[in-house]
Nanobody, 124 residues
Framework: QVQLVESGGGLVQAGGSLRLSCAAS????????MGWFRQAPGKEREFVSA????????YYADSMKGRFTISRDKAKNTVYLQMNSLEPGDTAVYYC?????????????????WGQGTQVTVSS
């Protein structure tokens, strides 16, 4: 059974930082891209960041560039999202995803595997 389990969410004040983790199990994800999406209340899910299978290429939504950093540890089958300078507008449920299937889908989806999400709340 394939599982993606996110952790690291929580409540933080504006300007603070959080580090999200996504641990994959059930198969090796070392050969596929992985990404993060988020969904705020009343809004559609949106792309946050992604990383290529080799970890050399990273992708970010414009509003996250310079504040968020994605990385992966292939040996641990884990991808991370370091989030700095958090803003109230970053409040959302953050979802980990794996295997977009094609390069074209890396920033838009769909992905073949999804986690259950972790809540991030940024207070002003």
């Amino acid at each position: 059974q394939v599982q993606l389990v996110e952790s690291g969410g929580g409540l933080v004040q504006a300007g603070g930082s959080l580090r999200l983790s996504c641990a994959a199990s059930g198969r090796a994800f070392s050969s596929v891209a992985m990404g993060w999406f988020r969904q705020a209340p009343g809004k559609e899910r949106e792309f946050v960041s992604a990383i290529s299978w080799g970890g050399r290429t990273t992708y970010y939504a414009d509003s996250m560039k310079g504040r968020f950093t994605i990385s992966r540890d292939k040996a641990k089958n884990t991808v991370y999202l370091q989030m700095n300078s958090l803003e109230p507008g970053d409040t959302a449920v953050y979802y980990c995803a794996a295997d977009p299937g094609t390069i074209a889908a890396i920033m838009s989806g769909p992905y073949n595997y999804w986690g259950q999400g972790t809540q991030v709340t940024v207070s002003s």
